[in-house]
């Protein structure tokens, strides 16, 4: 299978894994407590499918007027989408010719645990694991009890080839403490960290209007220089933003899942060939579509190669080691 003249292999550098939304009973979902949401088909019927076939192309900018509504649909939608397993995504990764994926825990949606025993068995998925923050409930029974520095450790040790922080969703700021930390100890076992990035606490039904500052992507890029950082989704509508924060630090990549050609073609222009890479977002974006918008926005077979392949290789090269306490 080739996309826009590129026929060697393909790694998808964002997928996820047992999306389990729709089971959060922490309140968040005041807005639709009900668990089969009535208008969620529609929703999605509509307005995902728009999305869709506007190539992830977005209506709405970062805090303009349309932002609050549209991410209380699109929440319900997010909330909406199956549980997805090992087989389910190998599967979608076999009709668009994808070779390796990254999958990328996110507890307590996504916990640890699931990520590495479900990549165990699957030598093509590739397990990023997430540190619990000090103050959530989880990390009170998980391994390294909140303490960053020992739960990277441990979830290196037990399979991990790289670390994924959700600021929004765990409730941390990327200029803090814990996110510190935890990236100092991941650059020290030479794996890169993958920060979500776009959106409020209203996309993931937190509700609080909980969000990343573009400016905390430069500040940790700058505290931690020695760090691979990758962006995830180039901010999602606030790649205008998103991109300005972080093009002047060459060891800050970004995947450019939910982007549309012409902001695709914007970042080659801004930051290089090099340091993007190919993501889906997978099961809730389309690989398929990644891949073709790769194409759209007019690049040759060999840059698409870089993105696809070789910059995710890169990335993942590095073999976890033990580090000095
Ligand atoms: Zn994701």
Not at 8 to 31: A, I, K, N, Y
């Amino acid at each position: 299978m080739g996309y826009g003249g590129y026929q060697g292999p393909v790694c998808d550098f964002h997928t996820h894994l047992h999306l389990r939304l729709h089971r959060q009973d922490d309140g968040s979902w005041g807005c639709c407590p009900r668990r089969r949401d009535p208008l969620e088909p529609l929703l999605r019927g509509v307005l995902w499918r728009m999305f869709e076939l506007m190539r992830y192309r977005y209506a709405i900018g970062r805090r303009s007027p349309l932002e609050r509504p549209l991410e209380r649909s699109l929440a319900r939608i997010l909330r909406g989408f199956p549980a997805e397993t090992a087989p389910d995504l190998i599967a979608r990764m076999d009709a668009a010719g994808v070779d390796r994926a990254v999958v990328l825990a996110l507890p307590p949606i996504v916990t640890n645990e699931d990520v590495l025993a479900c990549c165990a068995g699957h030598p093509r998925l590739i397990p990023f694991v997430s540190p619990i923050p000090p103050d959530l409930p989880e990390a009170e029974t998980g391994p390294g009890g909140g303490d960053p520095e020992r739960q990277v450790d441990d979830l290196l040790a037990r399979g991990g080839r790289g670390v994924k922080i959700h600021p929004v969703f765990q409730r941390v700021r990327l200029d803090g403490k814990f996110v510190r930390r935890v990236v100092r100890r991941a650059a020290r076992h030479r794996v890169p960290v993958v920060l979500h990035a776009g959106g409020s606490g209203r996309l993931f039904g937190i509700g609080c209007g909980f969000r990343t500052e573009p400016e905390e992507f430069a500040d940790l890029a700058r505290q931690v220089p020695e760090a691979r950082l990758v962006v995830a989704h180039v901010g999602l509508w606030e790649h205008p933003q998103v991109l300005a924060a972080v093009e002047r630090f060459p060891q800050v990549c970004l995947d450019v899942s939910f982007q549309a050609p012409s902001v695709i073609r914007r970042c080659v222009e801004r930051v290089g060939v090099d340091r993007l890479l190919l993501g889906s977002d997978s099961p809730i974006g389309r690989v398929r579509l990644v891949l073709e918008n790769l194409a759209l926005a007019g690049l040759s077979a060999d840059e698409i190669g870089r993105i696809v392949w070789h910059n995710p290789r890169r990335l993942l090269t590095a073999t976890p080691g033990r580090t000095g306490q």
